[in-house]
C-alpha cells in the first residue's frame, strides 16, 4: 500500500478550502435565507463550479508541465472530449422533451434526417458507461499520442507544436456536422442529470460540492504522484532528460504514465464543466484555450499544484471582472499577463508567498531549462 | 477599258450599298408597328444587313431608348448623352422633344433577341478581339440565325485564332441540327472534341443522346469519352496550379518562421501578428496615397510592411525574447501574450471589421490558359513568394551576416567562441523573420480579409510547414509549403476541405514520429537534445 503522502503547510490549506467550500456552499445556497448577507446567489454558484473545473484542469496541467516539462497544448482537448462524453450522455436524458420529441434520437440528428443512432452514442443513456466515457476517451486518446510521440522522443516546442496540431485536428472534425456530435451548435438544452433538473439551485450547490470535491481528489492524487519515488524521477526527466535516459530509465515510460493521468483528469474536469455551463461545443477545443490553461499555471507557479489551481481560480476571477467592467481591455490584460509572468514572476504567485519563508523547502520549484545546446552539452 | 472597270465597280458598289440602304429602310419599317413578332423581324434583319449604325440601333432598342413617331414615321434613337439621332440618316435631331415620341416596347425574347443579333454584328467587327468574343457568345447562345454571319465571316477570316472560334462555333450550331449532312455533324463533334472544355462536353452529351444518325452518334459517343478525360486532366491540373497558389502563400507567412526558429530555437507565436501587421500597413498605405497613385500602393507597402513588421519584431526580441533565453517554452508563452496585445491594439486601432484594401489594376481579375483558370493576383503572389526565397537564400549564403546566421544555428556557442556576437544576430535574424512576415502580410491582403484575426489564421498552418520542413535549411520550408498547399488543394475535390485539412494534420503529427526534426534536419551531433 502506498504511504500517505506528508502535506506541507500549504497543502492542508488548501484541502481545509476545498473541502470546506465543498461542505459550505449548499448550505449558503440553499439553506440561508436569500436576503442575508452570506446568501450565495445562484449564479455565483455556477460561476465558482466552473472556476472549479478550471482549476482541475489546471492541476492536471502543472502535473505535466510543471513536474515533467511536457507543454501540452493538448488538454483543451481532453477537456472538451470529457466534456463531450458528458454531453451525450446529458443529450440522451432528454429523450421525448426535445422539439422534435424523438425519443432516442437528439433534436439534431432529427433535424439532419438522421435514422438511427450512431454507434458512437451508444450507452451513453448509462451515466456509468457515460462516466466511464468521461475517463477512458482523453486516457486513450493521450495513451495512443504518447505512445508514439514519447517513443520517437519528441520533445520541447516540437511536442507542444504537435498537441496543439492533435486539438486543432479534432477541433475541425467537432466542427463537422455528419461527425455526429452536434457540429457548429455542439450540444445543449440539457435537462437531467441522474435525474435532478440541471438548472435547479439543489442541483447547481450539488455540482459545484462534487467539482470542489474533485479538485481536492485531483491534488491528492497528483501530490501522491510527484512525491513518490516515481516522481523523482519524473522531476528529474524534466531537468535531464537525456541523463535520465543514460542512467537507465525508460524516459517514455515515466511520461507516458504521467502523460495519460493528466488527461483523464482534465477529462474529469470537462465533465464536470459541461453540465454546470450547460453547453458544450467545438470552440472548447480551440488551441487558444490550451495556451491560456498554461498560463493559470504559471500565474500560480508551476510545479506547485496549489499555484496551478490558485492560478486558474484568480485569472478567471480577472477575466469574469474584465470583461464585464472593462471588456476593451481584457486581452490587454491577459497578454500583458504571459508576458510578465514568464519574465518577471518565473515562480508565479506561489513563488511570491515563499519569498517571505525562504527556510522552508518548498515543492520543487522548475530551474530555468537549459537551452537545445547546454542540453546536449550536458548530456555528453 | 480601266475606265470601264472602274466605273463598272462603282456601279457595282453602289448597288450593294443602295440595295443594303433599301434593306435598312426594311428592317426599320417594321419597328413602326410596335408587335413584338414584327420588332423580332426587324431586329434579324437589320443585323443581317451589318450596316453600321445597326449596333447602335439595337443598343438602344434594348435600352428602351429607341424611339418612333408613327404618324410622321420617323424612328429615332436616343444616345447615353440624350442627343435624338436619326436612326436612317443618322442625322442629330436638334430642338425636338423626344416626349412626342412613342418607345419601342420590349420583352424578354426580344432582349435575347437582340443579344444575338448584337454577336452576330460583332463578328464583322474589324477588331479581333470583339470578333472572337462574338463567335464565343455565339458558342453560348448556339443561336442558329447567326449561322449565315458566322460563314461569312469564316470564308474571309485572317486571323487563324478567331476562325479557329468561328469554326466551334459553326460547330456547336450545325451539330445538333438533325438537317445538316452526317460528314459535316461528324466534323463538327471533331471540332467540339478538339476545344474539349465543360460547353463542349455539354453539347456533346446532348448530340450522344438525341442523334438518331449512327455515324454522329458513334463520333460523339467517342468525343464524350476523349472530354472527360480530358476535363479529368485538366482540373487535376487546375488543383495543381490552386495548391501551388496555396503552397506560396505557405511559404511566404512560414519562411520568416522557420529563420527565428531556426536561429533561437524558440516558436513564435505572435508571427501571425507580424503578417497582420504587414496587411494593416498595405491598407494604411492605401489610405494615405492619392488615387492617382494607387497603382503604386503595393510597390510602396512592401518596403514598409517589412520596416513596420522588423522593428517590432525587434522591439519583441529586445523587450521580451531576450530574457527567456534558454527557455522555449516559457518564450512560446510570452509571444503568445505579445500576438494578444498586438490583436487588441489593432482592433482599438482600427476597429474590429474588415478593412477594404484594393488590388491594382495588374493584379486584379483573370485569365485562361490552355483551359485553366489563372487568377492574376495569385500569379504576383507566387512570383513574389519565390522572390523573397531566393533573395533569403542569397542573404544566407552569400552575405557575412548570413554565414554568420547560419554559424548560430549548427551550433550557437562554437559561434559564439569564435567571436559571433549571438546577441546581435539574434536581433538580426529576428528582424528579417519578422520583416518577411510583413512582406507576407501585404500579399495575403490581396486574398484575405485585412482583420485583426488575420495572422490567427496562418499561424497553425506555419508551424506545420516549419515542423514539416525542418529548422536546417530554408529549402525544407519551401518543400514543407509545397507539400502542404498542394496536397491539400487535392485532397479538397476528393475529401473536402475540412477533412482533407485534418488527415495532413494526422499526417504531420504522424510525420513527426518518424523524423522528429523535420525533412531537412542539421546534420551532426547537435541535433540529439
Redesign the interface.
Known sequence: MMPLPRLDRLGVAFLIITIGAAALAPILALVVPHDSAFAMPPYVVALLGKYMCYAILAVALDLV?GYC?I?SLGHSAFFALGGYAMGMYLMRQIGARGVYANPVLPDFMVFLNWKELPVAWWGFHSFAYASLMVMLVPGLLAFA?GW??F????????L???T???T??LK??F??NDFGFGGNNGLTDFKDILGFNVQSDATRAALFSLSALALALSYLISRAIVVSKYGKAVIAIRDA??RVRFLGYRVENYKLFIFVVSAVMAGVAGALYVPQVGIINPSEFD?GNS?EA??WV?VGGRGTLVGAALGAVAVNFAKTYFTGVFP??W??A??????LV??FL?KGLIGLLNLRRPARPTPPTPT??????????G?? | MPLARLVAVLFFLCCTTVARADAVDDALAKFFDDKFPRTEQAINELAATGAANAPAILDALGDNRLLIDQADHIIVYKTTGDDLINAKTGEKLDGVDAGAFKKVRINNALRSAIEAAMGALTLANPDPQKRAGAAEAVFETRDASALKALEAQLSHESDPHVAELLRQARAAIVVLDSKTPTADRVAAVATLKARGDQDSQSLIDQVANQSDDPAVKAAALDAKAAIKAHLAWLSVLQNLIYGISAASVLLLAAIGLAITFGVMGVINMAHGEMVMLGAYTTFVVQSALPPSLLQWSLAVALPLAFLVSAIVGVAIERLVIRFLYGRPLETLLATWGVSLILQQAVRSLFGANNRQVSAPNFMSGSFDWAGLQITTGRLWIVALAILVFVALQLALRATPFGLRMRAVTQNRRMAAAMGISTGRIDMLAFALGSGVAGVAGVALSQIDNVSPNLGQGYIIDSFMVVVLGGVGNLWGTLLGATVLGVANKLLEPVIGAVLGKILLLVFIILFIQKRPRGLFALKGRAVEA
Not at chain 1, 530555468?368 to 552539452?377: G, V
Open positions: 508541465w516539462g507543454l499520442f508514439f510521440a517513443r520517437s522522443r519528441v520533445t520541447g516546442v516540437y507542444s507544436i504537435i496543439q496540431a492533435m486543432y485536428a475541425l472534425a466542427f463537422r532528460e537525456s488551441p495556451i498554461v498560463i504559471a476593451e481591455y486581452l490587454y491577459l497578454g500583458g499577463l504571459f508576458v514568464t519574465l518565473p530555468p531549462t537549459p537551452s537545445l545546446a547546454q542540453q546536449e552539452e548530456a555528453r
